[in-house]
Every structure is written in C-alpha cells, then in structure tokens.
C-alpha cells in the first residue's frame, strides 16, 4: 500500500499513468486545461463552430440560398445603411451572409472531420505495417511516403481537384488521400520507437501474442499523438478547402461555403469589401480555435513535450 | 559523404520519375482526356479529331512512352492555349516565383529568427509573448484573404502599394508579406522551442559550471545546434513557398508559375498543367537535395550515421 503511495506521487505528473482510473485522468485534464488558458479559448471557439454546424438550420435566420436582389450588398448592422435583420449584411444576390456563414460551418467541418478521418485510418494503418514489420517493407513504405511528402502539396492538390471536378466527395478523397502520409509517417515512428521500448520488449517475452500486443500495448498509446496531429490536420484541411474553393476548385457553387463566399466577395472587394470579410473572419476563428486547442492537447497527451513549454 | 550525396542523387532521380507517372495517370483518371481538356459546348466530332491528334488513341503504355521520351528532353507538347511548347513557357515563369518566394523567405527569416531566439532566452517576456502572439497569427490567419484585406487597405485606400502586378520594386512587397507570414511563425516557434530545449542539455549545464562567458555559451553552444534544425525547415519551407504561391499569384496577377497554374486550369490546359507540375517538383525535389546536402555539411552525425 504504501509502496503504491509513493509510485502514484512520483508520477503525479503523468496522464498517460496506468493506475489511474479514467475519471482521475479526466480531471486531470481539467485541471491542466484550466491552468493553460488558451487551451479554453481554443475550445471554445472550436464548439461555437460545433454548434453552429450541428444547429444551423435552428441558428441562421434566413434560408442560405434565398435570394432577395432588392436588399443587395447590404453592409452589416453597426455600419451606416445596415440593418438587424442581416446582422453580416447580405451579398451581391440579397442572401443573408450571417445564415451563410452558419451553414458554411457545416462544409468546411465535415470536410476536415471525414478528410481526417480517412487520412487518419489510411495512415495508421500503413505506419502501424511499416513500423511493425520493419526491413524491406519498412523502407519501400517509407520512400513512396517521402516521394508523396515531399512533393509540392498544394500544387498536386488544385490539379487533381481540377481534374475531378468540383464535389464535396471529391475535396473529402483528395484530403483524405493526400494527407495520410503524414499520419502514416507519425504512426511509424511511434510504434518504432515503442518496438524498441522495454514495455513491448517484456510483453513480447511475456509469451503475449501480437494482436494483444498491437491492441492493448501499441494503439492506445498511439491515440494521444494521432489525436494532436488530427487537430492541426483538421485545421489545415479547413484552410486549404476555402482556398480550393476561393479559385472555384472546391464544393459547387450554390452550396454556401467560406471558400465560395470568398470567391464571390473578392468581386466586390472595393466597394463592398464586408461580403469577403465575414468568411474570412470565420475562416480565422476556426484556425485559430484549432490551433490553440491542438496545443493544448499536444501538452496534455504528451508530457515529454511539457517541460519546453513554460 | 560521396556515398551519401551519390544516393540522395537517385533517390531524387527516382522520385521525379514517380512525379511523371503520377501526372501521367492523372489527367487519364476521369476515363479520357480529351473531353477533360476540350472546352464543354465542344462537338463530339472535334473531339475526336482532338483525340486522334493527342494519340489518345494509341495504347496507353504507348502514349507513356511517348510521355517519359518527351519528358526526359523537356518536351511536354504545345500548350493547348498558346500553341507553343509548354516547357519554356514555365521555366519563363521560374524567376517571378523565385523572386516572390526568396523575398518573403528573407522577411520569414529576418523577423522570425531574432524573434524566436528572444522569446527561447527569455521565456515569458513581453518580446517573447509578442512573438507568440505572431506565430498563432501567421498560422490562423487565411494568407488568401489577408492579401484581400491588405490590397483593400495599403493599395485601394492609402495607396502606399500597387495592388497588382510586377512593375516596380513596391510590387513585390505586400505578396511577398501575405506569404512569408505563416513561415515566419513556423520559423519562431521552431527556433524558441529549439533554443529551450537545448538551453536545458547537460552539456550547456556543463558550460556554465566552466565558467565560460554567457555570450560565449550563447554563440557557440546554443546557437549552432538551433542552426540544425532551422536549415531543415528553411528549405523545405522555401520548396512550400515556390509551390504554394498560387492564391498569392492569383490575387496579386503575380505573373509566376502559380498565376499560371491557375490559368491553364482555367483554360482546360492540361499539358501545361502537366509541365507545370513536373517543373515545380523537379525545383522542389532539388531545392530538398541541396537541404540535405547542407545539413550533412553542417551535422556531422547525418553523415557518419545509418
């Protein structure tokens, strides 16, 4: 008992602590959250996103696509000529900017949310099969990975989006596809350096077989780094969807997204620059939510990382 | 050191084979390319004659070869818009860019390494916070629309800056700012995060207890294994710039590859597409060597090591 003692102290510092119960860890985290303040803006403004993508059609006023050409350009409310009742003013076709940048949360959340997720699945899987096995299979992996990595991303991007044509499927695949290297990248060099750890070493010797090995040693100890890269990943893959559709490469045109209302707005930049502001604007929010919670949570899952913060 | 340099060499040459199969395959991943690069009100007539004029027709490992043996000679055919060769009509495009990418690459620098090794020795500073504050700016802000929002403010407003175009020394400014911005803020989280970690090495702990001058622990000790990782990153940053000007180019009629790039989109010109996508990672791919080969230069246990 009072050995345990002495343990649980000595590592108090530690989250990943397998004597912890899950709720311990949680308030840990809590408190670590609290602690570190931008990690609260940061999530913060990531569920405001949350919530106006999930409720938007409970939140936006008006039907994003309902055109009003009589109360065109209107700038927003606090300005001269604006009204509460477009509380972002509206675009050159009369449609309430407000609604369209609650709806536009939608796209650019699910492009990230699913680019993410297949990229994140896809990379797991060829960097657990690359770190695990090793050898030759290892190095082929890595140097197709390498070749993908170090092409010029955003180049290869617009061309393939160019050739496929413009679809909300179509931007999901080519994040998906394009950004697993990445995580594959990471994966492998977490199971390396795991494979070489005494932890595995001793499991292996302990007669443990390898899907014990892979599911109860590997993976969760995975799924703190996976989850950091998969936040700025999400953030980045925002980004680049509005620019695709800021060149007219990204969703079609009649659905509302930050990249098209860019697109649009940049037409009218100088007599109503408000219609590309607002996107802009929600573009930023989203990225910068993102970043500082991607920060936040590279210091909670990982305490090697801890001590070059402060 | 050869053996190591000799080996990157083929790795790169390789590498860009991989590119020309991948944009190969590419413009033929719809089924047929001709209707993909034929305007949409086209006849179904001239788009057979464009078919059999492109050898569209011929096997598909035919046409590949006919790709490779141009390509090894920089032959990527005419481009469908202008009528010329593609190839020179890019590497005329080459210095733009360069000139775009190295000069928001020095202000990257300029800025973000001072303000980096500031915040790294003086952890919680005001400086310090400054450059953080910075650093999460670069990275949140959209640099597409921040160059909308300077063009609207420095050109159209004040007039301090021509909001397009490649005319005067002044041109070069506000593009080169919008892209440097998101590099300059890798650059001083990378470089604060270096200097504290290695602040925190045995061997600077050492030093201090020598007694040696804080300034020489400073230069000699510190700031020569921050250079390690900073070169790495500045090169492969310079490649990202070079190949992720495009909405800059875009907005700012800049007229590099990327403005090009868009264009030839634009116009459903795929062999010019093509020649630019293999150019731009032909100078990546080498931009990434050269990294390589500095970094083995300047740490010796890249060279020694593996």
């Given at each position: 008992m009072e050995n345990k003692d002495i343990t649980t102290q000595r590592t108090s510092d530690s989250l990943l602590d397998v004597e912890r119960t899950f709720k311990e860890r949680l308030a840990y985290a809590g408190r670590f959250l609290w602690r570190d303040r931008s990690g609260v803006i940061g999530l913060v403004l990531f569920l405001i996103v949350v919530i106006a993508a999930v409720f938007a059609p409970q939140i936006s006023p008006y039907d994003p696509l309902e055109q009003n050409l009589r109360d065109n350009k209107m700038p927003p409310a606090?300005?001269?000529?604006?009204?509460?009742?477009?509380p972002f003013g509206t675009d050159n076709l009369g449609r309430d900017s407000f609604s369209r940048i609650v709806y536009g949360a939608r796209v650019s959340l699910t492009v990230g949310f699913f680019g993410v997720l297949i990229a994140g699945s896809l990379g797991l899987v060829i960097g657990a099969i690359a770190g695990y096995m090793g050898g030759r299979v290892d190095t082929a992996i890595m140097s197709i990975i390498n070749l993908i990595l170090s092409l010029p991303y955003l180049l290869f991007v617009v061309f393939i989006a160019s050739v496929l044509g413009r679809s909300l499927l179509n931007v999901i695949l080519i994040f998906g596809i394009t950004d697993a290297p990445i995580f594959a990248r990471v994966t492998r060099g977490e199971v390396l350096r795991m494979r070489e750890s005494g932890y595995v070493e001793s499991a292996i010797s302990a007669g443990a077989r390898w899907p014990r090995i892979i599911f109860d040693h590997i993976l969760p100890n995975l799924i703190g780094p996976l989850i950091t890269l998969a936040t700025f990943e999400m953030s980045a893959m925002i980004f680049y969807e509005a620019g695709l559709g800021f060149l007219g490469l990204s969703v079609p045109p009649t659905i509302p997204s930050w990249g098209n209302m860019l697109a649009a707005g940049r037409k009218y930049l100088q007599a109503y620059p408000w219609i590309a502001a607002f996107p802009g604007l929600a573009i930023m929010f989203t990225s910068l939510g993102m970043n500082l919670l991607g920060d936040w949570l590279r210091d909670v899952l990982d305490p090697r990382l801890r001590r070059s913060r402060k | 050191m050869q053996r190591y340099f000799i080996s990157r060499l083929v790795q790169s040459v390789l590498l860009l084979f991989g590119v020309l199969l991948l944009v190969f395959i590419m413009v033929r991943v719809t089924g047929d390319p001709a209707t993909l690069m034929?305007?949409?009100?086209?006849s179904p007539e001239d788009v057979e004659a464009f078919r059999e004029k492109m050898g569209f027709n011929d096997p598909t490992l035919v046409q590949f070869g006919r790709f490779i043996s141009g390509a090894i000679t920089g032959d990527f055919g005419n481009s469908l818009h202008f009528k010329t060769p593609a190839m020179p009509m890019v590497v005329g495009r080459l210095p733009a860019t360069v000139q775009l990418a190295l000069t928001g690459l020095v202000f990257a620098v300029v800025v973000g390494i001072p303000l980096g090794l500031v915040g790294g020795f003086n952890p919680g500073s005001v400086i310090d916070n400054i450059g953080r504050f910075l650093a999460l700016l670069g990275q949140s802000v959209p640099n597409f629309w921040l160059a909308l929002i300077m063009i609207l403010y420095f050109a159209v407003r004040l007039q301090w800056f021509p909001s397009f175009g490649r005319d005067e020394w002044k041109s070069v400014i506000m593009p080169a700012f919008v892209l440097g911005l998101p590099v300059m803020g890798q650059i001083v989280r990378l470089t604060r995060s270096a200097v504290l970690e290695i602040r925190g090495e045995d061997f600077i702990r050492t030093a201090h207890s020598k007694g040696l001058m804080l300034r020489t622990i400073y230069t000699k000790h510190v700031l020569r294994n921050v250079a390690i990782p900073l070169v790495s990153v500045i090169g492969v940053q310079f490649g990202y710039m070079l190949g992720g000007s495009i909405y800059i180019e875009f907005i700012f009629s800049w007229p590099g590859m990327g403005q090009l790039l868009q264009q030839s989109i634009g116009w459903r010109d795929f062999p010019l597409v093509q020649a630019l996508a293999v150019f731009t990672s032909a100078v990546v791919l080498g931009l990434n060597l050269l990294t390589d080969m500095a970094y083995a230069i300047i740490d010796p246990r890249i060279r020694y090591g593996k």
């Open positions: 606090w300005s001269d000529g604006g009204s509460g009742d477009h | 034929m305007p949409r009100e086209a």
